[in-house]
């Protein structure tokens, strides 16, 4: 299994830009969520979904958008690229709703300029 | 206050001794905890979880529960330079059912 993969690695972005983080995952997992980390911050959980069709804000929604159409797939959609989106995503999922214990992606660097 | 607080470090020891990491969370309702690993540049992966009262142990881990006192700690035994990183505090939130986490204690370990 190749578990939570993401894509790009990189991304550097004008202000104003919009982009498409990639996120799947092959363990056939419910749960799907995306963070984002700041320098020296926690992670900060921007969106997640409980399953294919059904998505929820979590702390820090704005200026994102995300839609999860198969079990597989939650990308993550920036719409007007703002320098405060400079970050590092990353995607997770996890198999129940009673278990937290996350798998994560590689991540994502975005910068804004 | 913060929902899951850590000393962020560094908090640095010897090759050998043992690390004592702590976190504290706001929610007495959070039932589970989970500490991660995060090596730089690298995303975090998962060490230990823990969800009743007392020690649990894994290997030279061992993550401690104390929920009246709303508090979670991480023991590293016989510490290895390998165990250099940022560790992630993580509790599951009653409310909301999400989990946060801390902002991470770097722990350096010097061999």
């Known amino acids: 299994n190749a578990g939570v993969t993401q894509t790009p690695k990189f991304r550097i972005l004008k202000i104003g830009q919009s982009m498409t983080l990639q996120c799947a995952q092959d363990?056939?997992?419910?749960?799907m969520y995306w963070y984002r980390q700041d320098p020296g911050m926690g992670l900060k959980l921007i969106y997640y979904?409980?399953?294919?069709?059904?998505?929820d804000k979590g702390e820090v929604p704005n200026g994102y958008n995300v839609s999860r159409s198969t079990t597989e797939d939650f990308p993550l959609r920036l719409e007007l690229a703002a320098p405060s989106q400079t970050s590092v995503y990353f995607c997770?999922?996890?198999?129940?709703?009673?278990?937290?214990?996350?798998?994560f992606g590689p991540g994502t660097r975005l910068t804004v300029t | 206050q913060k929902e899951v607080e850590q000393n962020s470090g560094p908090l640095s020891v010897p090759e050998g001794a043992i690390a004592s990491l702590n976190c504290t969370y706001s929610?007495?309702?959070?039932?589970?905890f989970f500490w991660y690993r995060q090596y730089s540049g690298k995303s975090p992966e998962l060490i230990m979880s823990?969800?009743?009262?007392g020690d649990k142990e894994d290997g030279r881990f061992t993550a401690q529960l104390n929920k009246a006192s709303q508090y979670v700690s991480l023991l590293i035994r016989d510490s290895q330079p390998s165990d250099s990183a940022t560790y992630l505090c993580?509790?599951?939130?009653?409310?909301?059912?999400?989990?946060?986490f801390g902002a991470g204690t770097i722990l350096r370990v010097k061999s």
């Open positions: 823990i969800y009743s009262n």
């Open positions: 363990m056939n997992h419910n749960y």
């Open positions: 979904s409980v399953g294919a069709g059904i998505t």
């Open positions: 929610d007495r309702g959070s039932q589970s």
């Open positions: 997770a999922s996890s198999r129940l709703a009673s278990s937290y214990e996350q798998y």
């Open positions: 993580a509790a599951l939130m009653e409310y909301g059912n999400k989990l946060v």
